[in-house]
């Protein structure tokens, strides 16, 4: 039987699936349902010290459907800020979920103003709790950079790395900083993050975003009182963006825990995240769209994955596929070798040039 659990960011995880800091864990009773139900571990809502400043609007949220299923929800907008949920009711429920279920990951996703009092108080007293991590909200997209919080520090790197620093000399459990991808180079603020100190980088945040227009009213989306904010783009038409950003993150800081993130919603999305260096994987939006039970599926999936290719442990096939990245000009090199007949075609590449040659007659209606 494969066996599912795996060390990440110096922390035993039972299984690799978390969910990810948003709506499915906004407080600890769903928290500790979703540990019934399976899940290797949580991170919770982002927390700050004073909720008072959070205020939400209704709606928050928009969809994109596919053309032809509009059932099926490709990608979701939020503009929901972090949680406006006391500070002190979460440092008590944080406590109860980790003495309910010890052998699950809890981990605190915490942001603060860019005060350095502000991050060691909300540092020292959340571990109190007895949180196995920390994760560092250096990356929510919308709303909050007004207030220099979330991605305006997340896309500066000498700010992550003051603030990582900051944290890493107050913190007692293992340190995660959740990255923006709404940047260039995924890679420079991860660098400044390790430098810090961290210990994990989790990627990917929202990517930012507007929804959509409404034709009706001519007014963008989520409309609220007829005028809109660009928002935090999420679900399965992210993954692309997500993997690369994993893949480069994972590639650029290796020796650090990945937790990759952005539109799981099945053991082979997951899958996919842990061949680009993502040690464990979080679901927001496939959770809160098809509910925390889906955690079934992604252990039996992953499992007749391991079993499918033997591999035992997890920890066997992290990052696997790394190693075949290169540029694009050794992939042309590699091409004109081949049809020299300088490196043979083995089997298995001439199936794969056929596939695209089909795909490309197709796209052409051919
Ligand atoms: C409604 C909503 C609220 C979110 N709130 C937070 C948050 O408070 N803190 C945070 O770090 N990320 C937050 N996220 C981002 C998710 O944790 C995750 O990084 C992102 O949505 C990509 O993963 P997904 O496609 O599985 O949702 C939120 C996402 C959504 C959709």
């Not at 008072?52 to 990608?75: D, F, S």
């Not at 890493?168 to 923006?180: D, E, G, I, L, S």
């Not at 925390?292 to 290719?309: D, K, N, S, T, W």
Request: hydrophobic letters at 40%; aromatic letters at 6%.
């Amino acid at each position: 039987m494969a066996d599912l659990s795996i060390q990440a960011a110096g922390i035993r995880h039972p299984n690799p699936f978390l969910l990810a800091s948003g709506p499915p864990g906004t407080n600890g009773k769903v928290i500790k349902r979703s540990f019934a139900l399976g899940w290797g571990g949580a991170v919770c809502k982002t927390l700050s010290l004073d909720s008072n400043k959070v205020i939400n609007t209704v709606p928050r949220y928009g969809k994109l459907t596919a053309r032809t299923r509009p059932e099926e929800v490709i990608g979701f907008e939020n503009i929901e800020l972090i949680s406006d949920r006391p500070f002190a009711a979460w440092l008590e429920e944080l406590h109860d979920c980790k003495r309910a279920y010890p052998d699950r990951v809890l981990i605190a996703s915490v942001m603060e103003e860019y005060r350095k009092d502000a991050w060691v108080e909300i540092v020292e007293r959340v571990q109190q709790t007895g949180v196995d991590a920390l994760e560092l909200n250096f990356s929510c997209p919308h709303g909050l950079p007004e207030r220099r919080m979330g991605a305006a520090m997340g896309m500066d790197p000498e700010i992550v790395e003051e603030v990582t620093g900051w944290v890493k000399k107050a913190a007692r459990v293992p340190v995660y900083a959740k990255m923006t991808p709404n940047v260039t180079d995924p890679t420079a603020a991860a660098l400044a993050a390790v430098r810090g100190g961290a210990d994990g980088l989790a990627a990917i945040n929202t990517v930012l975003c507007v929804i959509g227009v409404d034709l009706e009213t001519l007014r963008p989306l989520p409309t609220v009182e007829g005028y809109s904010t660009p928002g935090g783009y999420s679900g399965p038409a992210i993954r692309p963006i997500a993997l690369r950003h994993v893949m480069e993150i994972a590639r650029a800081c290796p020796g650090v825990g990945v937790s990759g993130m952005g539109g799981i919603e099945t053991a082979e999305d997951a899958v996919q995240f842990m061949l680009l260096g993502a040690h464990t994987t979080q679901v927001c939006t496939g959770a809160m769209l098809h509910g925390y039970e889906i955690i079934e599926e992604l252990c039996a999936g992953l499992v007749a994955f391991m079993e499918r290719h033997g591999f035992q442990r997890v920890a066997e096939f992290i990052g696997r596929s790394l190693p075949f990245f290169t540029t694009h000009a050794d992939l042309v090199e590699r091409q004109r070798a081949a049809k020299q007949g300088k490196a043979a075609l083995t089997a298995r590449d001439d199936l794969w040039q056929g596939d695209i040659a089909g795909e490309t007659r197709g796209l052409l209606g051919e």
